[in-house]
């Protein structure tokens, strides 16, 4: 665990993400989400706050296990209407010279040669300050919108991710030389073209010839960001990933996630410290205990428990509106997020349906909720890290920018006079800033470093 924490800020490109009803505050910004100027201004609130990233969530599909149909999710704008995270980050990069992107891309629907152009030519323009959080999706009827007949099964989503992931790090570390480009004006050549490989990529669900378009970026591969935490989602991780979003509902859950992973990490070669592990947090500060007090009951009074079930229906794949109180429930592996699913289920089994929902919408019993002084957030937020080792966090937003604008201007100062957070940025890649001192590329460790070279360079 490092010393300094890092923080991720949760965002989407949408008008409801996590923390539903929300929109309809009179402080909230979060309808502004169309306007280039909420993305800015964000970007820039964030850089003042020190933060790692923006985290940018997506789906390409709607939330339509509720009632059996979309139409509450479209009413309350759970997470539709959703428009494209790339396309802001641009913009943002202009406005910031340090704070990283993290987009997130599904591997079960695009193909990989495109993705892979797009995150390179992201990386060049944000001069090294981008990661790609990848997802294997959950709503089904995504699949349908890429031209599948139907949702591909969950671990054979992850057996597609691995092979997405394979043709990538060929593209971004094998197919050019990284000192390929030579720029030589006087022999009016750019490119050495010797030093540009084709990758023959023939595998079970793609098939790329190459080459990559894009030369070399500053990273080379982005940062990979993942939350997988089912078997085969943390196996995912333990393989690729180098931020990992560990996400439940207690200390000892998340403590035992985070050393798994690590001992995955180093089962697989890439030692213990290879990964940067960052929890949800709900973060809620007020001048006094009053103020945060009240300042967490306004926002618990306008929480749409509909708009909670739309959300748990497309994880879990369970509705919600068809279920008894009283009534407990059982895993069917439904092919939606497996560990949401197992989670929530058992809890249904011990305590009735009631108490998942009553848990999902009022956040007082999350032990990752945290509300009240200054003082009293760092003291928990430093008690946190302690009892689950996790690197640092993703601040979830009640109010947009409301909540990042709190702890920028409340939170970060009083973690810095405590040395846990940084009180400049000293690296400008996002990978040295999550690695400091290992450099802006992967390490030899990691599986693409494998590619380098393998095409017939170097
Ligand atoms: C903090 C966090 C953010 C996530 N963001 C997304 C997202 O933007 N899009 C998506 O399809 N899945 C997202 N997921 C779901 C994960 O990709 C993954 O499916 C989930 O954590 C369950 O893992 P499992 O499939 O191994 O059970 C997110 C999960 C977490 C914990």
Request: net charge negative; hydrophobic share 40%; aromatic share 10%.
């Amino acid at each position: 665990m490092s010393q300094l924490l890092h923080f991720n800020a949760f965002e989407m490109n949408t008008v409801s993400h996590i923390n539903h009803g929300l929109w309809v505050h009179p402080e909230n910004r979060r309808h502004e989400y169309t306007d280039i100027e909420y993305w800015v201004e964000t970007a820039q609130l964030l850089e003042r706050g020190l933060f790692d990233a923006m985290f940018l969530a997506d789906v390409v599909g709607t939330y339509s296990v509720y009632r059996g149909s979309r139409d509450a999710a479209v009413e309350r704008g759970i997470q539709i209407p959703n428009n494209d995270p790339f396309l802001i980050v641009p913009a943002m990069a202009a406005v910031t010279k340090d704070l990283g992107f993290a987009v997130t891309f599904a591997t079960t629907y695009e193909s990989p040669f495109a993705n892979a152009r797009r995150l390179s030519t992201l990386d060049h323009l944000t001069k090294g300050r981008i990661a790609w959080n990848v997802v294997t999706g959950y709503l089904p009827d995504a699949a349908k919108n890429f031209g599948l007949s139907e949702q591909v099964t969950h671990d054979v989503r992850y057996e597609v991710a691995e092979e997405f992931l394979e043709v990538s790090y060929k593209l971004w570390e094998g197919s050019w030389d990284r000192d390929a480009v030579v720029r030589d004006r006087e022999r009016a050549i750019y490119t050495d073209p010797r030093k540009v490989h084709e990758i023959g990529h023939v595998g079970k669900y793609f098939t790329v010839d190459g080459p990559h378009l894009s030369e070399p970026s500053p990273q080379g591969t982005p940062v990979i960001y993942q939350a997988g935490s089912s078997g085969a989602g943390k196996l995912f991780a333990a393989n690729n990933a180098e931020g990992v979003f560990v996400s439940s509902r207690t200390l000892a859950e998340v403590a035992k996630n985070v050393a798994d992973l690590r001992d995955l990490t180093e089962q697989v070669g890439r030692g213990r410290d290879a990964i940067r592990a960052l929890a949800s947090i709900n973060i809620v500060i007020g001048e006094t205990e009053a103020e945060a007090k009240r300042k967490t009951e306004e926002v618990l009074a306008l929480r749409d428990v509909h708009g909670y079930l739309v959300h748990i229906g497309g994880g879990t794949g369970i509705d919600f509106s068809a279920v008894g109180k009283n009534e407990t429930l059982e895993f069917r592996g439904r092919g939606h997020i497996e560990s949401s699913e197992a989670a929530h289920t058992r809890d249904a089994k011990a305590n009735g349906a009631q108490f998942v929902i009553d848990k999902l919408t009022d956040p007082r019993g999350d032990e990752f909720f945290v509300s009240g002084t200054v003082e009293q957030v760092a003291d928990r937020v430093e008690e946190i890290a302690e009892a689950t080792g996790v690197d640092g966090f993703n601040l979830v937003q009640y109010l947009s920018p409301g909540t990042f604008t709190d702890v920028v201007e409340m939170l970060v100062p009083e973690l810095q006079k405590r040395g846990r957070y940084r009180t400049e940025y000293t690296e400008h890649t996002l990978r040295e800033r999550l690695f400091p001192g290992r450099g802006s590329q992967l390490p030899a460790t990691h599986p693409a470093a494998a590619y380098r070279g393998a095409f017939g360079g170097e």
